[in-house]
């Protein structure tokens, strides 16, 4: 067997991962770089050429890990979950003013093995703040291997991690993400001892708006937590009020709830005619309407930069936010990008206070131990981080490599 990491052994996002066997050549994951990392433009054989991989497949919906899914090439199967595919489309046309994927994909699902040649491929959904992500099992060649995509263990699913882990039981190779390698952090808090955090610094308020990941599902079942214990209603933007209605019912939503309100920021309304977006606010018109006198009361709302005139307006124009906070919940290197500087200098303009309560999507210390000690690996390679050689606090076999480097077993 042969591991190659084309990318991702210095950096975070924009990671591939190649695995070879006797018989197969496999991609994992193919997304755009974070801002300010070079492109990786063109892979022979897998965007121009002629086609030398037997498959691509995706852990999860983020855009650092299926943004660049269409440069793949026609003959290429490409295997992701047909949940993540419909939330990613729906995130890329509000975001990007685009349709739907143009390629075809291959379904996967949770703990239901498929081959490609001689790999046998099993996906195990894990805790991370995309909804619907993989490890993935590759075994091939009397090798195992675990790939463990994006994960964690201290969200509301993360109490599965132990349990999945034990299932897969030895492994000869773990190839492992190291996002909070570069952090001091040991352990993360938990979504539930966020919540704690989010009610006692926002209690007081009247208003309260959740600057987050729209495809963050555990952040939505926070935001609900708060406002129940806080006595606010809960207002959806329109992008999330429809990925609500695809992964869940168990969460309210204004599809399920009359006390949930449904957000149409204006650069969406004005677009609101266009074929494209009328497929997705259609069915929330009659709530859209409702939640004008929602905004007069007590509430909580998620947010995003691109509602920054929205909100301007709200507070200016429509003597609404009066007493409002914003609770930032997302990466904080986010902030040094200009239209997060933008949006935080506007609050301060506006005397809207700001408040960093997050907690990562990514594995703590706590998880990279549960992760080694009951997969026993006998070589770990970590990609997608900053500090690659952190690894080495956590096991003695760790295998530094070089994006390019190949490893062989």
């Not at 805790?127 to 993935?136: C, P, Q, V």
């Amino acid at each position: 067997m042969q591991v190659r990491i084309l990318k991702g052994t210095n950096q975070i996002g924009g990671v591939f991962t190649e695995i070879i066997s006797k018989e197969a050549k496999i991609i994992i994951d193919f997304g755009d770089d974070l801002d300010g990392v070079k492109r990786l433009e063109n892979i022979e054989g897998l965007t121009i050429g002629t086609p030398s991989y037997d498959g691509v497949i995706i852990t999860h919906n983020h855009q650092d890990h299926m943004g660049r899914i269409d440069d793949i090439l026609d003959d290429i199967p490409v295997y992701m979950s047909d949940l993540s595919r419909r939330i990613f489309e729906m995130v890329f046309c509000f975001s990007k003013n685009k349709g739907k994927i143009k390629r075809k994909t291959i379904n996967i699902e949770d703990r239901k093995t498929f081959t490609i040649k001689d790999m046998k491929i099993t996906p195990f959904i894990v805790d991370h703040s995309a909804y619907n992500s993989f490890m993935l099992l590759i075994e091939a060649n009397g090798k195992r291997i675990l790939h463990t995509g994006d994960f964690r263990n201290h969200g509301y699913k993360g109490i599965l991690l132990e349990k999945t882990l034990k299932e897969i039981g030895k492994i000869d190779l773990l190839i492992t993400e190291g996002t909070t390698f570069s952090r001091e952090q040991i352990k993360s808090k938990s979504e539930t001892e966020l919540v704690d955090d989010i009610v006692d610094k926002t209690k007081n308020y009247d208003e309260v708006l959740m600057l987050m990941s729209t495809t963050n599902i555990d952040r939505v079942t926070t935001m609900q937590k708060v406002a129940n214990r806080t006595g606010k209603k809960v207002i959806h933007d329109i992008v999330l009020s429809n990925i609500l209605q695809l992964v869940t019912q168990r969460i309210p939503n204004a599809l399920n709830s009359k006390d949930v309100g449904v957000f149409l920021p204006t650069n969406y309304y004005i677009k609101k005619d266009k074929e494209e977006y009328k497929q997705y606010i259609e069915q929330f018109q009659e709530r859209i309407n409702e939640t004008g006198k929602m905004l007069y009361g007590k509430f909580i709302m998620n947010i995003r930069v691109s509602m920054l005139k929205d909100i301007e307006r709200l507070k200016t124009k429509n003597n609404v936010l009066n007493n409002c906070c914003v609770v930032y919940s997302m990466w904080e290197g986010y902030k040094q990008e200009k239209m997060y500087r933008k949006f935080l200098d506007k609050m301060k303009e506006l005397k809207i206070d700001v408040f960093n309560l997050h907690v990562s999507g990514h594995a703590d210390c706590t998880a990279f131990n549960e992760l080694i000690n009951i997969t026993k690996p006998e070589a770990v390679i970590p990609i997608h981080t900053e500090n690659k050689e952190k690894i080495k606090s956590f096991t003695n076999k760790a295998v530094i490599l070089n994006d390019m480097e190949t490893y062989e077993f």
